[in-house]
């Protein structure tokens, strides 16, 4: 039985990402850009290309490609509830991205709300799991509460979520982690919390996914959203929520679609060949979760491991990423922490890393992020400047007006070897 005690191939990993082959003026693309986006598996690409190439249809037909199409979408919906640890496929549902999915779910319920009714958001959070939120103020007349940051290491004051929650609260909106400097919010602690006024809890898992094992019964979410082309996938968005919560909101939809799951959040024709990729990726990660070093099985078998055992070789997969992560963690923050005149914001004390994500952002005196970013991106290493979405956090350090940061983020395919050039160069640049 593979444990997660067996550490991750990189190496084995790797040669499941063609991306990685990519090389500028002679040197390997390195890809540190990977919060806005990470490279897709080879599994993902090539199911992507037989789907079209094999399958292409609408839903509903009575014949072979239609009915192929409703076996990959039915696929999907069981792997991404064994990622989520989700109870039910049919409380998956899928859309373009996650900002759309909750601009969608915010709207319907928006309907259920009264005046001042309240919603809780934060300063930490990306603002796809603000703006929605914020409005309702205009539309249904909720009152907006602000949870704020503790700026010295950039994590949420939950004494004063606590003083903002009260009767009156409907809904608590907040990260699983932060995409801008990296923060694991407790969740499952905040969860307790908002459930003890009797609200819901709407949680923002995008930067989390590629990270952390997920488990939405474990967190005591109430609604969980991501987005598939952050952990290795296509781009598309997915939504869980408990299933009697999304029977109850008055979704927006077409006259002939009916009530049932998911098919009521699912509005029009979805991306068919992305949830033929989610599966991909899913493939991938499953194996990734069972065995080190051996080839990945054609793309045309099944997903390796179903049912139970395919939510377990999930788990497994994202712990040991988890623990390689952790392992080249240090490594990047005090080879950052050594560069002269660099300001590495967020979690940095080593008892302490396991509060946050290889996620970590940092200015640079005498230079802008943008000339930084720049100038390694002349270099060949693929890095994030600006505010990222993190509207609320950039503008409480009071970086917004000097442009922001500069976002370095590993995943499980980045290397050592990497971290070192990143470092070196970053020493050149202020030499």
Request: glycine fraction near 10%; charge should be negative.
């Amino acid at each position: 039985m593979i444990t997660t005690e067996q550490p991750l191939n990189v190496a084995a990993a790797r040669r499941h990402f063609r991306s990685l082959r990519r090389e500028v003026d002679g040197q390997p693309l390195v890809y540190f850009d990977g919060p806005g986006g990470t490279q897709a598996a080879d599994a993902c690409i090539d199911a992507m290309s037989a789907y079209l190439g094999t399958s292409n249809a609408n839903t509903h037909g009575p014949f072979a490609t239609s009915l192929e199409t409703e076996a990959i979408l039915d696929e999907a919906h069981a792997a991404a509830a064994d990622f989520l640890g989700a109870a039910d496929p049919a409380e998956i549902c899928f859309g373009l991205n996650m900002t759309t999915l909750t601009f969608a779910a915010s709207r319907a319920i928006g309907r259920t709300l009264r005046p001042g009714d309240e919603i809780v958001v934060t300063r930490l959070d990306h603002d796809a799991n603000v703006a929605p939120w914020l409005a309702l103020q205009e539309e249904r007349g909720a009152v907006i509460r602000w949870v704020e940051i503790r700026a010295e290491d950039c994590t949420l004051d939950l004494d004063g979520l606590g003083h903002v929650l009260g009767p009156r609260t409907r809904l608590v909106a907040v990260g699983l982690a932060s995409n801008a400097v990296g923060t694991i919010n407790p969740v499952s602690q905040i969860a307790e919390m908002v459930h003890s006024v009797g609200a819901r809890l709407w949680v923002d898992a995008v930067h989390a996914a590629p990270h952390l094992p997920i488990d939405v019964a474990a967190l005591g979410a109430d609604y969980l959203v991501c987005s598939a082309y952050k952990f290795f996938g296509p781009h598309m968005g997915l939504l869980w929520g408990r299933r009697e919560l999304l029977e109850e909101l008055p979704a927006y939809k077409v006259r002939p679609a009916g009530d049932e799951l998911p098919s009521r959040f699912e509005t029009g024709t979805q991306s068919h060949e992305a949830a033929a990729g989610l599966v991909g990726a899913f493939r991938y990660l499953a194996w990734l979760g069972r065995t080190d070093g051996a080839v990945l099985d054609e793309p045309g078998d099944p997903l390796p491991g179903e049912g139970s055992n395919r939510r377990v070789r999930l788990r497994q997969a994202m712990e040991r990423i988890r623990a390689y992560e952790l392992s080249l963690l240090p490594r990047l923050i005090e080879g950052l922490q050594q560069v002269p005149g660099l300001n590495l914001r967020g979690i940095v004390d080593p008892a302490r890393l396991a509060e946050r994500c290889p996620t970590l952002a940092f200015t640079l005196a005498g230079h802008t992020p943008e000339a930084v970013a720049t100038f390694l991106g002349s270099r060949g290493i693929a890095t994030w400047h600006g505010d990222y979405y993190a509207w609320e956090l950039i503008r409480t350090l009071g970086l917004a007006d000097s442009g922001g940061m500069v976002r370095v983020g590993l995943v499980h395919y980045n290397t050592a070897d990497e971290i070192d050039r990143l470092i070196a160069e970053l020493h050149s640049l202020t030499r």
